[in-house]
């Protein structure tokens, strides 16, 4: 078995990076949006014969055990390159496979960890309600334990690639009487079983990408259930270091900054004394995240706890992100018109398609203004 982490750095990233571009697809390079799971599959099929599935998941469990120094090269590597959602992007393998190598029985792993490794099962994450986004706890969807079963009643919502998934690892309220994050249970649910009925919701792109899925008394068995009754909550908040960086990554950013810039140089705007003045700024901005961002990595890579000023890297990723492809859309004047990309006389400019697919990102991993109440009341230490 191969020991990745006695490696050294420089030899490992050679030969991620090799990998990657000998076979990731040319044309699914820094997809603006996310691809459908009929569309990544021979790239993910790829990775798992490779046995490059999983490199967060320890070796025993088919993972490719990578210390945090070297999970933070292989996801480099992915984003330099613009591998659709940098790290697989697929919650069976990023998300609920570590949670049961954590809370799960061995029951549970023996069960479920080799289909989600080869992607014989596909799951999503239903966390949200319709009542129940940044207030997370408050959530009403039920689950009555009948016998070896919970009955489930209730809605989720923006649950991500819910269409593509066979499967749904969920949190449900169980126990109504007392503080709020005490009562929930942490369940997994095929979604094959009746009473669920999963709608796609398009969105602003005009991709499928959100769902929302109703539960109409599904049944589950109680063996579906991870960690204790009523602790669901501490197995949900239950996220690696490298996953909570993984969204703050500036690859996506800087991707989009070249494009600004290849746009530029063909309209002539580096002549424009206006446009410079802010190009000059998103530049900045860029530079701050970049810096940003290998501070966490270095906490991470040292094996240091990361803390409530993580918001700041989220928020300076997604808020740049934002200003980029804002001001992209602004400078292709007509070619911003439609979501088919436009021909320019070198290439082909979609301005408007990163521009609608990013204004999601200052909501998906924590609103803005959420990430601004952990700043002001955890960091800084504000009053109120
Ligand atoms: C791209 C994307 C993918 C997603 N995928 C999933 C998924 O797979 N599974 C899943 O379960 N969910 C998913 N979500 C849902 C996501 O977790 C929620 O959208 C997010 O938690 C915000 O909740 P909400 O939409 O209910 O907004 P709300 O919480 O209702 O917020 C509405 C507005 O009020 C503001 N606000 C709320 N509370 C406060 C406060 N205390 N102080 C100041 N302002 C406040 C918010 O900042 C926001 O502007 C996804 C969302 C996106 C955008």
């Not at 129940?132 to 919502?157: P, Q, Y």
């Not at 009746?194 to 919701?201: A, L």
Request: charged share 25%; aromatic share 8%.
């Amino acid at each position: 078995m191969h020991d990745w982490n006695n490696m050294n750095d420089d030899d490992f990233r050679k030969e991620v990076r090799r990998f990657i571009e000998q076979n990731y697809p040319q044309d699914l390079r820094f997809l603006p949006h996310r691809p459908r799971f009929s569309v990544i599959k021979p790239w993910l099929m790829l990775l798992v014969e490779k046995g490059w599935a999983a490199p967060h998941w320890p070796v025993q469990y088919g993972g490719m055990g990578l210390s945090p120094r070297k999970l933070l090269i292989y996801m480099d590597e992915q984003g330099r390159w613009g591998v659709a959602r940098q790290f697989l992007g697929e919650a069976g393998v990023v998300q609920l496979g570590p949670m049961l190598i954590r809370f799960g029985s061995e029951e549970q792993r023996a069960r479920l960890l080799p289909k989600i490794l080869r992607y014989e099962t596909i799951w999503c994450q239903g966390y949200s309600e319709p009542n129940a986004g940044s207030d997370l706890a408050s959530l009403s969807t039920e689950a009555l334990l009948d016998g070896d079963e919970f009955a489930i009643n209730g809605r989720k919502i923006w649950t991500s690639s819910a269409l593509d998934s066979t499967h749904m690892f969920l949190i449900v309220r169980t126990d109504k009487t007392g503080k709020k994050q005490q009562g929930i249970t942490f369940l997994l649910l095929d979604l094959a079983t009746p009473g669920v009925t999963v709608r796609g919701i398009k969105n602003i792109a005009g991709t499928t990408d959100y769902c929302e899925v109703t539960l109409d008394n599904a049944r589950t068995a109680r063996s579906n259930m991870v960690g204790e009754l009523n602790q669901g909550w501490t197995v949900s908040r239950n996220l690696l270091g490298f996953e909570r960086i993984n969204t703050g990554s500036p690859r996506r950013s800087e991707f989009a900054f070249k494009r600004l810039e290849a746009l530029a140089r063909e309209r002539g705007l580096f002549k424009d004394a206006g446009f410079v003045d802010r190009y000059a700024q998103l530049a900045l901005d860029l530079a701050d995240l970049k810096a940003v961002y290998v501070h966490f990595a270095d906490l991470l890579t040292r094996g240091e706890p990361l803390g409530p000023d993580l918001s700041v890297l989220q928020l300076l990723s997604s808020e740049t992100n934002q200003r980029i492809t804002e001001f992209m859309l602004e400078v292709s004047g007509e070619l911003g018109l439609t979501v088919a990309p436009g021909e320019t006389q070198n290439e082909r400019v979609d301005a408007l398609t990163p521009f609608l697919v990013m204004r999601a990102v200052t909501i998906g991993a924590g609103t803005s203004e959420i990430h601004r109440n952990i700043i002001s009341r955890h960091v800084l230490k504000l009053p109120g």
